[in-house]
């Protein structure tokens, strides 16, 4: 129970990333604000088949925390505003942790994963960047403000390595990437207001929405009638298969805001199995996921090369500053 008695908030919680971080940070003890839409604002098929806020809140609550669902759109700056009033309202005004993963683009980027980007509408950018984005830097204006009061506060924004490199769509990597940036930005100027701010990057999770459209048959035809080999799309496949799961970004999390030296990250991008690897925790199933910086990982990624993984140690890791080196356009 190493948060017992902190206040946190995890945007976008009903599912996937954000309620595996609710989940672990209930269980650390902590009371967990989660934020989700209601369901007569989804637009979703598949919603009706995926853990509701509700019960996302209430197995918070099981694990030890208290936790709290709140509908909103992230969409909405007024709703996300009254947000932010509630929870000063309700907690005399304390806020330690906010967790920016609200993200309401993986349907359209699975629709026009096939398509390049003048082919698609160009209200894909506000798809995938105004909850994904915008609305970020939204909350952590408003979290900021409640936070510098107490000279004290955890910030984290989950991003992805799309953020270094392309992935899914130049709207997707725009987005990331600023987050990622915007991270180092708010961190250089909340600087001496004891309020860390940080960029995590999970690894391949294997989310419920993410096992739905792997397994999908339209997904899968899409990829094939996009010039897809079925021998790609296995390699992906696996991949996803040996990757985190939703609560293994939630440990991390977790041993951030843990550490009370934490304000040394401040403005970085971290890695959450390289954390796993700093700070002694595994995955809620007891592996040790590989890192983006993995050799090995890396090597997976390219069907020829995958083979000659499995001899790597997960620890011979490529250096951030050269990965960062070699997508560096100056």
Known sequence: MALQGKIALVTGGSRGIGRGIALQLGEAGATVYITGRSPAESSSATDADLPTLQKTADEVTARGGKGIAVFVDHGDVNQVEHLFQKIRAETGGVLDILVNNAYSAVHKIAENVTKRFWECEPDLWDAV??????????CSVHAARIMIERFSGLIVNISS????????????????????????????EL???GVTVVSLWPGLVRTELIGK??????TVGSFQSAGGSMTTLTLIQEMFKDGETTEYAGKAVVALASDPSVIRKT?????????????GFVDIDGRQPSSLRSASALLKLTSYSARFSTYLPRWIKVPGWLMTAVTSKL
């Open 129 to 138: 960047n105004n909850v994904g984005l915008r609305n970020h830097y939204f």
């Open 161 to 188: 390595v799309g953020g270094l490199s392309y992935l899914f769509c130049p709207a997707y990597g725009v987005g990331k990437c600023a987050n990622d940036r915007m991270a180092q930005d708010m961190a250089l």
């Open 191 to 193: 600087k001496g207001t």
């Open 213 to 218: 459209m792997l397994e999908d048959e339209d």
């Open 267 to 279: 403005g970085r991008v971290l890695i959450t199995a390289d954390l796993g690897d700093e700070y």
